[in-house]
Every structure is written in C-alpha cells, then in structure tokens.
C-alpha cells in the first residue's frame, strides 16, 4: 500500500455516494480516476441538481483508504475548492458528518 492515504492509480476501483439529507443522489463504483477532482466532477454530473449540504463518500477499495466530505449545493456542480496535496487527517476533518 502507499504511503499517502489519499494516493489514487487509474486503475484503483472507487466506490462513490453523494448523499443529500440522508437521500442518495448518485452511487458509482468505478475504475478510470485519475484525481479526487475526477470524482467530484463525476459525481455531480450523475446527481445532476439538489439543495442543500451533501456528503460525499469516497471509498478506494483497492488501496483500501475512505474519504468524507462535506459540499454545499449551487446552481451548477462547482469546482472543487480543495487541494489533493493536504494531508488525510484534514480531508476527514472537513467532514460535517464524520
């Protein structure tokens, strides 16, 4: 396994919920990721439009490492504001839901 917590491979198998007031708005479980933006990204565009905060569950099954975290909603999927570079005890600190 990696040293970095949060280290990602293309070819790693990612689990993914964006969760809105406990409703699902969108699951995947894919490989293809090359970053934490990707799958931001790819979430939102398979969740399409909600109100409100949502947590988003990141899971790599292959390196066997999770991430939580806390996204408020807009008008259209926002970029992520967080760089990949921080280390995994903040990403889990971000967390409203942890």
Known sequence: MNNNATSLSINDLIFATLEVGGKTMASV???NFSSIDDIVRFIYAIAGRF???AR???RN???GWT???AL???QRAPRPSFHTALPAA???QASLFS
């Open 29 to 31: 479980s894919k490989t």
């Open 51 to 53: 109100m409100g905060l």
């Open 56 to 58: 988003l569950n990141i």
């Open 61 to 63: 099954k292959t390196q």
């Open 67 to 69: 991430m939580n975290l």
């Open 72 to 74: 408020a909603s807009h």
């Open 90 to 92: 903040q990403y889990r």
